[in-house]
């Protein structure tokens, strides 16, 4: 799956982005706090609009319609997940949504960074399972510092 991004803004975090990813290779997203890395990822989901500018995925462009189609076709690991009260409570733990994702088969990985700092060990794994979903074909998208081959720096 590749994907795209088109002159994209939003707010004023993001202005005149474009990038390309194709099948099999990870994009690292980089920046400091603030810096609109969560808010590209929530635009790539369809989550949120985008000012100007757009996404194409396999040469089709992302629209708040087909979103949800494309969203079948990913995986999501988020910065923090909280389950609602009432429901019953599932593992949040970063590292367990990593593996998740990365073994889900998912063409297209979203994969945001950790809200704290993952020890040592876990960055290294969390670097391995990053490259074995490239490896296996997906297209990764990850705010990951460690990742050096294609960067973005917002």
Same mark, same amino acid.
């Given at each position: 799956?590749?994907?795209?991004l088109h002159n994209v803004t939003i707010g004023q975090q993001i202005r005149g982005l474009s990038a390309t990813v194709s099948e099999g290779n990870?994009?690292?997203?980089?920046?400091?706090?603030? @810096?609109? @890395?969560?808010?590209?990822l929530r635009a790539l989901l369809g989550f949120l609009p985008i000012d100007e500018g757009h996404f194409c995925i396999d040469g089709e462009l992302l629209t708040p319609q087909s979103a949800?189609?494309? =969203?079948?076709?990913?995986a999501y690991v988020p910065q923090h997940l909280e389950v609602p009260e009432g429901y019953?409570?599932?593992s949040t733990n970063y590292m =367990?949504?990593?593996?998740? /994702?990365?073994?889900?088969? @998912?063409?297209?990985l979203?994969?945001?960074?950790?809200r704290e700092p993952l020890n040592s060990e876990d960055a290294v794994r969390a670097n391995r399972l990053i490259s074995e979903a490239a490896k =296996?074909? /997906?297209t990764v998208v990850a705010v990951n510092t460690n990742i050096t081959p294609n960067q973005i720096q917002l």
């Open positions: 799956m590749m994907l795209e990870v994009l690292s997203i980089m920046g400091s706090q603030g @810096k609109g @890395k969560t808010t590209l949800p189609w494309f =969203r079948k076709q990913m019953e409570e599932v =367990r949504l990593l593996e998740h /994702a990365v073994h889900s088969g @998912k063409a297209l979203i994969i945001d960074e950790p =296996r074909g /997906a």
